[in-house]
């Protein structure tokens, strides 16, 4: 295999999953052809990844996958005692998971190396049959949790640290790499920890969204977590329940200490960057770097853009909770009362949940919208775009979606939720940006009213629409290009590349 220069730390994305993210990540590889780039995919279970949706550049020179949650095989309980020295450094790691606003500090990943599946340590065996185990565990329940189900508490600490085993394994066989470059939190901006720590090169930290917050959005709306408070606990003011703050604090402290050992952390604009800072991220290490588009890409599409808008509002995106397919839906539905020939297009991937989508299209059939609403799956977007008279964003978390520049690129107004910076793409993000004129409408999140009213005074005024389309077009080209996105990676591959030399 050929010297790798930046190993790429990828979580549920790029090549198995379709998005933004994974659209950014092929284009900095494809940007980039000086570097050999190795990929490492993290995902949650096999069965939720298929085929392979990208061709992998020429200068990618390896890839590997592993799957955190499937069982490794099963085990047989057997009495152990545990490694008493082995326990008291977990019991140190779990004590800051409970405590996330202290990052775990170096000495504890490199005891987490030392120590997790190793004979001479804590085998995946002990942390789930040991005597040792079960009193930490005990310890931990009475200390945090005594008036709620021992019994969730138990498997959620199982469920919670089981990975931790596999991160540690995954970091250990990892080929040398000059650098680490990690695109989110999480699981794999733990990994770029582990591995920093391992390798004693420079890592990276990229983030899109805000993996911290959306976590927390998914753990707050999650179903499967029950809501159980003891009749013990009389408070007014409850806390929220066990189960769902121990996996926040969980992926809090992930965060914190990927952060920690980033030697640059990036975000996509200052308000995600300022969020990161108040997450825990030395201010020193962060900076912005703004997505990029290709404007030769899309140059067919702006050039063949009518003069007078397509009743056709378009929602490009996985058909997935946090872009809020439903009020996409039910915007159309408000709008054809006024607009009987308007048309909703749903383009995206719609196997990722494929629950939810079967949800959206009862949802389209219940609101007599079958001749209206289509489920379109994946298209070229430079292709569809000039069809579109809007592009629409209902999402209820984003960072600076590339749709709404793709968009923009093309000549399309667009719609969008308060979210993320979409504010400052459609209106502008400082004077100079700001005087060129707004190329859309910001609506609040889960509101289709707001939506509908948005989608019929962009559609009803063709001169305004086209206006609007010419702003958003000279926003992209001055502000969004690609070139200056491929130069300051370029920079920081070259800032973290000679540090180690």
């Known amino acids: 295999m050929k010297d790798i220069d930046i190993c790429l730390l990828l979580e549920g994305t790029y090549p198995y999953v379709r998005g933004g993210v994974s659209s950014w990540v092929h284009q ?70 409970k405590r996330p606003q202290e990052s775990l500090a170096p000495e504890h990943l490199q005891g987490l190396l030392d120590n997790l599946g190793k004979k001479k340590g804590i085998t995946y065996d002990d942390f789930l049959y040991s005597e040792r185990s079960w009193e930490v565990i005990v310890d931990l329940y009475f200390e945090h949790a005594q ?27 990892l080929p040398k790499a000059r650098m680490f470059h990690s695109i989110s939190t999480g699981y794999a901006g733990f990994l770029g920890a582990l591995a920093k720590q391992q390798q004693k090169v420079p890592f990276l930290l990229t983030e899109h969204g805000i993996y911290t917050k959306e976590r927390k959005i998914d753990l707050t709306q999650a179903s499967w977590i029950k809501d159980r408070h003891s009749a013990l606990d009389t408070s007014i003011h409850k806390k929220m329940e066990q189960t769902r703050q121990t996996w926040i604090d969980f992926f809090e402290q ?65 058909v ?29 991937p719609t196997e990722e949940d494929e629950g939810y989508y079967h949800e959206c299209q009862l ?37 600076q979606p590339l749709v709404l520049l793709e968009s923009m690129a093309a000549g399309v107004p667009c719609i969008a939720s308060e979210v993320g910076s979409c504010r400052e793409i459609l209106e502008g993000m ?38 609007m389309g010419e702003n958003g077009y000279q926003r992209v080209k001055r502000f969004y290009r690609e070139e200056t996105m491929y130069e300051q990676y370029q920079n920081l591959y070259k800032e973290l590349l000679t540090w180690q030399e």
Not at 152 to 160: K, N
Request: net charge negative; proline share 5%; charged share 20%.
């Open 147 to 173: 008036y709620q189900s021992f019994v969730d508490y138990f498997w959620t600490f199982r469920h919670i640290y089981s990975p931790l085993f596999s991160l540690v394994k995954i970091a250990e066989g």
């Open 363 to 399: 949802l389209v059939n219940s609101l007599g919208l079958q001749d209206n609403v289509k489920f379109l799956g994946m298209q070229n977007v430079a292709e569809i775009l000039p069809k579109l008279g809007a592009c629409v964003l209902t999402s209820i978390s984003e960072a």
């Open 254 to 318: 992930l965060g914190r200490t990927a952060y920690d050992q980033a030697d640059k952390i990036i975000a996509l604009y200052e308000g995600n960057r300022q969020r990161q800072i108040t997450d825990g991220a030395p201010a020193h290490k962060t900076s912005v770097v703004v997505n990029g588009i290709n404007m030769a890409r899309f140059a067919p599409a702006y050039e063949s853009r009518p003069r007078q808008a397509p009743k056709i509002a378009g929602l490009v995106g996985r």
């Open 320 to 348: 997935v909770p946090i872009k809020d397919i439903k009020t996409f839906i039910r915007a159309i539905r408000v709008a054809v009362n006024e607009l009987p020939e308007l048309e909703g297009w749903i383009i995206g």
């Open 430 to 467: 400082n004077d100079e940006d700001k005087a060129l004129g707004s190329c859309g409408y910001v609506t609040n999140i889960a509101d289709p009213n707001q939506t509908s009213a948005a989608l019929l005074e962009l559609l009803g005024d063709d001169e305004r629409w086209y206006q």
């Open 28 to 97: 900095i590889i494809c940007g980039l052809p000086e570097y050999n780039f190795y990929l490492v995919f993290i995902g949650g279970s096999k069965d939720s990844y298929g085929e392979q949706h990208y061709t992998l550049p020429e200068n990618v020179v390896g890839i590997e996958k592993h799957y955190l949650m499937d069982n490794e095989g099963l085990f047989t309980p057997q009495p152990r005692r545990g490694k008493a020295s082995a326990f008291t450094l977990w019991q140190s790691v779990i004590a800051r998971f």
